[in-house]
């Protein structure tokens, strides 16, 4: 079975701008969840989606959002792009919503300058 | 949510056991105890996850003691490969709480 899959890897942003993220889950798991990860906050939650409606916020602004597909896919937006954004966005994906079993992609590296 | 304390780094040598400690005292009576293995640039990986006793998978073991304030992972004869941040969480398995994840003990194997 395929595991989780992140679109792109590495993606390089300018100040202001905004960026979408792509994540696509294991077949069958209707759960993904969002999280940032840098040196100095560690892995932080962002957002998690079952069933194409987001169930649980993190502590991150309005300029981050997201949405799940019905084909379970889930993209996350950025906008206003900040130099503090530069991280690792990791998606999760599990089968039941708020499971701690939760399958983990490679990430999208986003550097902001 | 439980909150765990971990020591922040562990050294061992090749072919040695590992055993990383997670106290969480507040620990909930629906509460799971979830282990995850994280190597550098990579998103985290679930190695295993307990309620109570000894829970025993291809890549570790847990032990968890009786009044559950405190578990041990346990990787038998560590490699190099080995070498990662290692985390332990705390929460109730399906409960719409988001994976809360703390420093992390960062395991260095040596040959």
């Known amino acids: 079975k395929a595991g989780v899959t992140q679109t792109p890897r590495y993606l390089i942003k300018t100040r202001g701008q905004q960026v979408t993220l792509s994540c696509s889950p294991i077949?069958?798991?209707?759960?993904v969840s969002w999280y940032q990860q840098t040196p100095g906050q560690g892995l932080q939650f962002l957002f998690e989606?079952?069933?194409?409606?987001?169930?649980n916020k993190g502590n991150f602004p309005g300029r981050f959002s997201g949405r799940q597909f019905s084909n379970s896919r889930s993209e996350m937006n950025v906008s206003t792009l900040e130099l503090g954004d530069s991280a690792l966005y990791l998606c999760?994906?599990?089968?039941?919503?708020?499971?701690?079993?939760?399958?983990f992609g490679p990430g999208t590296r986003l550097t902001v300058t | 949510l439980a909150k765990t304390t971990q020591p922040i780094s562990m050294d061992s040598y090749e072919g040695q056991e590992v055993n990383i400690t997670c106290s969480h005292n507040?620990?909930?009576?629906?509460?799971?105890i979830t282990w995850y293995q994280q190597f550098p640039s990579q998103g985290p990986r679930f190695i295993i996850q307990?309620?109570?006793t000894k829970v025993t998978n291809e890549v570790a073991s847990l032990f968890i003691p009786a009044d559950r304030k405190s578990s041990t992972l346990s990787l038998p004869r560590v490699s190099l490969s080995d070498t990662a941040v290692y985390y332990c969480?705390?929460?109730?398995?399906?409960?719409?709480?988001?994976?809360?994840f703390g420093g992390g003990t960062r395991l260095m194997v040596k040959p």
């Open positions: 969480l705390v929460g109730a398995k399906n409960a719409g709480n988001m994976l809360t």
């Open positions: 989606y079952f069933s194409e409606t987001q169930r």
């Open positions: 307990g309620y109570k």
């Open positions: 999760a994906s599990s089968l039941a919503e708020g499971a701690y079993e939760q399958y």
């Open positions: 077949s069958g798991h209707r759960s």
């Open positions: 507040n620990i909930a009576t629906n509460d799971y």
